[in-house]
């Protein structure tokens, strides 16, 4: 599982090369990075996922699930 994690990730991160302000790239990274338990660093992505794409449904319940765990 943590070997699929880090591969996603650096795909993601290659994406977020060529486009920094991706929301889908954007989004996959915080999804990983909520899936690795680095909750704060996830949330501070969400964030910036809903302000390029307020419309963003799964970064808000995301972010909304990451709020009510704490």
């Not at 591969?7 to 060529?18: M, R, T």
């Not at 889908?24 to 660093?41: M, T, V």
């Amino acid at each position: 599982m943590s070997s699929d994690l880090e591969l996603a990730s650096q795909y993601v991160d290659k994406a977020l090369v060529i486009d920094e302000f991706s929301a889908e790239a954007l989004y996959a990274k915080a999804y990983i990075l909520q899936q690795k338990e680095k909750f704060a660093d996830a949330e501070i992505l969400y964030n910036r996922v809903i302000k390029i794409n307020p419309a963003h449904v799964f970064a808000h319940y995301n972010l909304a699930v990451i709020q009510a765990l704490f």
